[in-house]
T-cell receptor
Framework: GEDVEQSLFLSVREGDSSVINCTYT??????LYWYKQEPGAGLQLLTY?????DMKQDQRLTVLLNKKDKHLSLRIADTQTGDSAIYFC???????????FGTGTKLQVIP | DAGVTQSPTHLIKTRGQQVTLRCSPK?????VSWYQQALGQGPQFIFQ???????QRGNFPDRFSGHQFPNYSSELNVNALLLGDSALYLC???????????FGPGTRLTVL
């Protein structure tokens, strides 16, 4: 079955880059997602990558995928205080729309 | 273009009661999934509805049931509430054949 793991907490200074890491277990055709959740709110889809890709960039966000190690990372360039939130890594197997989430990484941005 | 909407925002119930939560999918989406997010945890998949039928189900007891209407909106019903059912319930919609789900703001359920 699928299993997704993340570190629980990350603290960075405003203006620095943040890198949030995730490992996943399923190696079949997979979509990998990054969601953002602010306090008391639902989940906002930030970006996603298919498992046959190595990298995807979208403005300040860069997703890197190491398929050999089943390691996914999200880099946020020029981190702002508004980026403070919990970031969830998630995966789904193509054709099975259940999404499996990690426990989330709380990003704290220090002004 | 309205995103996914859920109602109510907050709900307080007592043990043993029953609750119904509602979800309207994003315009153009035909598939609705429900997730339970306990405090400090990631969301856990409950089930998914497509063409008014339950298509996939997670590891949740039969006390959790759902329904999808012809307009693609959906309800989640939970019977015989337990204290452990207190959580944020999230609805996500998607278009069948795609793999990207968009989430609503959630319903915060508190069971006393």
């Amino acid at each position: 079955g699928e299993d997704v793991e993340q570190s629980l907490f990350l603290s960075v200074r405003e203006g620095d880059s943040s890198v949030i890491n995730c490992t996943y277990t399923d190696s079949s055709s997979t979509y990998l997602y990054w969601y953002k959740q602010e306090p008391g709110a639902g989940l906002q889809l930030l970006t996603y990558i298919f498992s046959n890709m190595d990298m995807k960039q979208d403005q300040r966000l860069t997703v890197l995928l190491n398929k050999k190690d089943k390691h996914l990372s999200l880099r946020i360039a020029d981190t702002q205080t508004g980026d403070s939130a919990i970031y969830f890594c998630a995966e789904s197997i193509r054709g099975y729309q259940k999404v499996t989430f990690g426990t989330g990484t709380k990003l704290q941005v220090i002004p | 273009d309205a995103g996914v909407t859920q109602s109510p925002t907050h709900l307080i119930k007592t043990r043993g009661q029953q609750v119904t939560l509602r979800c309207s999918p994003k315009s153009g989406h035909d598939t609705v999934s429900w997730y339970q997010q306990a405090l400090g945890q990631g969301p856990q998949f409950i089930f998914q509805y497509y063409e008014e039928e339950e298509r996939q189900r997670g590891n949740f007891p039969d006390r959790f049931s759902g329904h999808q209407f012809p307009n693609y909106s959906s309800e989640l019903n939970v019977n015989a509430l337990l204290l452990g059912d207190s959580a944020l319930y999230l609805c996500a919609s998607s278009l069948s054949g795609t793999d990207t789900q968009y989430f609503g703001p959630g319903t915060r359920l508190t069971v006393l």
